[in-house]
Structure formats: structure tokens, C-alpha cells
């Protein structure tokens, strides 16, 4: 490969200069073939300076990424170039890289102009999980005289991994779930509820009498009360909805993007309290399942096992997917569906399946409050089309709490929320059952 020639800005305005003398030949007819001696150099020049333009074969080009980064946060891609050993001269042009499409970037065009060696840095945004393909490295580099550069492509093909943001399980976020400012999600998890025992501490004013150790007391001459803390190795089964009602978008984002990442929180914390935790993400068939397992193998199992689950448009077969975790009869679990709600007759097979879990197993259904839908609802329309708009989104609304009422009669817990306040209200959730010790 030579690469492709393309004119630089010197040579066009050299060539704008040769128009001069072109209009001074339609006067003389004796300056024509100056004109022509003038273009056909020009053109010769051009074409010299392309041959001596850098090749493919005396550049190196890479690319420095991380093989896994983490969606809506940045990152810096640096790209090196280097002068093949023993080549000696001035390097000048432009250098691009083709960012994937589910990509932002900043910077990835840069100017070139080095010896050597030189490192362009870029800063880059993944807007989705998956796999990211980076493609070729493009270079412009112009010959010695700046009248012609040759461009070419440098193979530099690479796919990393893009995680959910995975600094939302860091002990500084999880300690903002547990505390959520607004006063009416927060949950404080009692540890006097529990049913494994802890120690023994002084009694103190509130406690339950109930708690009160009496051998303890009259060993010690002083009101002794046992301390609780929840059980450990229960077993929490994350349901991932993946079908069609999870392929509508949320703040920019699809709602099982928001769904992977309480996900992955709830998982965290659960691993955390000594629980064991499984994952089935499912939409007409099943696309992921990972039995319930404990420890930080098991975080990374299901982080690796979720970065790519995407949300397509079929309809959701709840009952497949508790077929398969149950299959082989586990003890009593929580099982937290994450899905949408809004359609009741796609949530028919959850209402069923919701009863047959019941006394057995727990059920937590989680769904995200479309903010948008509600605005609609509430608005005051101003034309006809904006009546339309609300009628279905508040028939959409009543829909939901519909649906909500009829799961809680089941004897399924529900929780909705914002997309903001999905990932906490999850882990909330799930603190608040185990505190309680319903689980």
C-alpha cells in the first residue's frame, strides 16, 4: 500500500498564483505556453513531493487502551508513532483515530510534527456496555516540500471490553445506599432484628426487652441484651428482564443499562453479607445463567457475565427463566425480577409465576419509574395532540399501579423508582429484608 496522495493548502495556492498568468494568455496568446510549462512543473512538483512523502513501511503505529474500561466514564487512549530504525527527518501531517460509534471523544485528530517519536492523548467516553472496536489509525503526512501528502491507514484493529461503571461498588457509593438523603427511601438496617447471634452489649434505652440475655445479666450484676445480625448464606437470584420493555431509553440511557448496574450493586452488597448470588438475564430464551455462588469470583463471574446482555424486542418468557434456576431445587430465595411494568399483559406470566414462589421463596420486583410518562400524565395539554399524549400516559400510569397492587396481593414485594435512584432503592430493598429477617 503507497497510500493516496492529497494536495495540501501550498499547493492549492500555488496554483491560484498560476491563474495570473492564465488570464494574461487569453490576452497574449504567446504567454500560453508559459501557462502550460507553469501547470505541467506544478503538477510534476506535486507529484515528487508525494514519492517523497513518509511511506507506510517507515512509520510504526500503536494504540494504548485498556482491555476493560467502565460506560460514562472517561478514559485517555494514547496513540504512539514511531520512525522506523535508522530513518532520520521531520515528520509533519495529521494523525486520526476511527473512534468506535458508541464512543465520545475529544482529541482522537491531533497535528504531527516530530523526530523520532511522538504520542498523541484523547480522551474517550464509552456510551454503551459491550464490546468497543477500535478500527484503523489514520495518517496525512506531507512530503519535504509541504505541496502533497500521502495518507494511508495503519492497521491498529483492537476490541476492548466495556464494563458497567463498576465505581458505583466502591464503599463510598454502597454507604450512600445504605443513607440515601431522601428521608423516605431510607433504610437503616437494624442489626437487633437479625437471627444469628453477634455478642452482648450493655442495655441501653429502646431496647427490646425481649433481647435481654437474664444468665448473661446475672453473671455480669448488669442488664446484658443479645445482639442479632442477619443470617448468612441465604441465597438472592437476580432476574434480569432483557425483552422489549427494557429496550426504551431513561435519561439517555436503556432501562436495562440501569437494570445491569443495580445489578451488580445488590450483588456486591449481597456478597458482602455472606450471601450466595446467582444471575439469569433472559428475553424469549434465556442469555445468561450463573447458579448462586459466594465470594469475589462470584462478583466478577457476574460482572464479566452482564457487560454484554442487550435488550431486544421480543417478548419476555418469565417462566422459562424460573424454570431453569429452579430446576434443581434450591432452599428459599429472594428473588429480585428487574423488568418494567407498564404493559399488563406482558406482566400476566409474572403475576402467575409470582404466586407459585410464594410462601416458598421471596419475591422483589423492581421496576423504574419512567418520569417522563408521569410529566406527560400530569400536564396540562395545550392542543389536541398533547391530549392524546396524556390520556395514554395516564393510562399507562394507572396500568402500573395496577400491576403493582395485584403483585403485593400476590405476596410480592415492589419497589419503583427513578433511574437515578434505581441502584440504591435495589440495595435498600434488599438490606431491608435481610435486617428484618423475612429472607
Not at 491531533?110 to 478500527?135: I, Q
Not at 500521502?150 to 476492548?160: D, K, L, S
Not at 431513561?250 to 450471601?275: E, F, I, N, P, Y
Request: glycine content about 6%; proline content about 5%.
Amino acid at each position: 500500500m503507497i497510500g493516496r496522495p492529497v494536495p495540501t493548502q501550498r499547493a492549492f495556492v500555488v496554483a491560484a498564483l498560476g491563474l495570473l498568468p492564465a488570464a494574461l494568455a487569453v490576452l497574449a496568446p504567446s504567454v500560453a505556453l508559459a501557462c502550460i510549462v507553469l501547470d505541467a512543473g506544478l503538477l510534476a512538483a506535486v507529484a515528487v513531493d508525494f514519492l517523497r512523502a513518509w511511506r507506510p513501511g517507515d512509520l510504526r503505529v500503536s494504540r494504548d487502551v485498556e482491555p476493560v474500561l467502565s460506560a460514562h466514564r472517561p478514559t485517555h487512549v494514547r496513540l504512539l508513532v514511531e520512525q522506523r530504525p535508522g530513518a532520520v527527518g521531520l515528520v509533519r501531517g495529521a494523525i486520526r483515530d476511527a473512534v468506535p460509534a458508541d464512543a465520545m471523544a475529544t482529541g482522537h485528530q491531533a497535528p504531527l510534527g516530530f523526530e523520532g517519536s511522538a504520542v498523541v492523548s484523547y480522551r474517550l467516553e464509552a456510551n454503551r456496555r459491550g464490546d468497543l472496536r477500535f478500527g484503523d489509525v489514520w495518517l496525512r503526512v506531507e512530503g519535504p516540500w509541504g505541496l502533497c501528502a500521502r495518507q494511508f491507514a495503519a492497521p491498529c484493529e483492537q476490541t476492548v471490553k466495556v464494563f458497567p461503571d463498576l465505581t458505583a461498588l466502591t464503599k463510598d457509593a454502597l454507604a450512600l445506599a445504605r443513607a440515601n438523603e431522601d428521608d423516605a427511601r431510607r433504610r437503616v438496617p437494624l442489626r437487633s432484628e437479625g437471627r444469628e447471634f453477634e455478642s452482648l452489649r450493655e442495655y441501653r434505652v429502646g431496647d427490646d426487652r425481649r433481647s435481654i440475655d437474664w444468665k448473661a445479666t446475672a453473671r455480669r450484676s448488669r442488664t446484658m441484651v443479645r445482639v442479632h445480625q442477619p443470617e448468612r448464606n441465604q441465597v438472592v437470584l437476580l432476574m434480569l428482564d432483557c425483552g422489549r420493555h427494557m429496550a426504551g431509553e431513561v435519561h439517555g440511557r436503556r432501562k436495562l443499562d440501569h437494570a445491569v448496574d443495580a445489578a451488580l450493586r445488590v450483588a456486591k452488597v449481597s456478597l458482602d453479607q455472606g450471601d450466595l448470588v446467582g444471575v439469569i438475564a433472559f428475553a424469549t430464551e434465556v442469555k445468561t445463567w450463573l447458579p448462586p455462588r459466594k465470594g469475589a469470583d462470584q462478583l466478577r463471574a457476574i460482572a464479566q457475565a452482564l457487560y454484554r446482555v442487550d435488550a431486544s424486542l421480543e417478548e419476555s418468557d418469565y417462566g422459562a427463566a424460573i424454570d431453569l434456576a429452579f430446576s434443581k431445587g434450591v432452599k428459599r430465595t429472594l428473588v429480585l425480577v428487574m423488568t418494567d411494568l407498564i404493559d399488563p399483559d406482558a406482566t400476566q406470566t409474572l403475576l402467575k409465576r409470582t404466586r407459585r414462589l410464594v410462601p416458598r421463596h421471596l419475591p422483589l420486583v423492581a421496576s423504574i419509574f419512567d418520569e417522563a410518562v408521569h410529566a406527560t400524565a400530569t400536564a396540562t395539554p395545550a392542543t389536541t395532540l398533547e391530549a392524546h399524549r396524556r390520556r395514554v400516559a395516564a393510562q399507562l400510569e394507572a396500568d402500573a399501579r395496577a400491576t403493582v397492587a395485584r403483585l403485593r396481593d400476590a405476596g410480592a414485594r415492589v419497589i419503583r423508582s427513578t433511574a437515578k435512584d434505581f441502584g440504591p432503592a435495589a440495595v435498600n430493598a434488599y438490606l431491608d429484608i435481610k435486617a428484618r429477617g423475612l429472607l
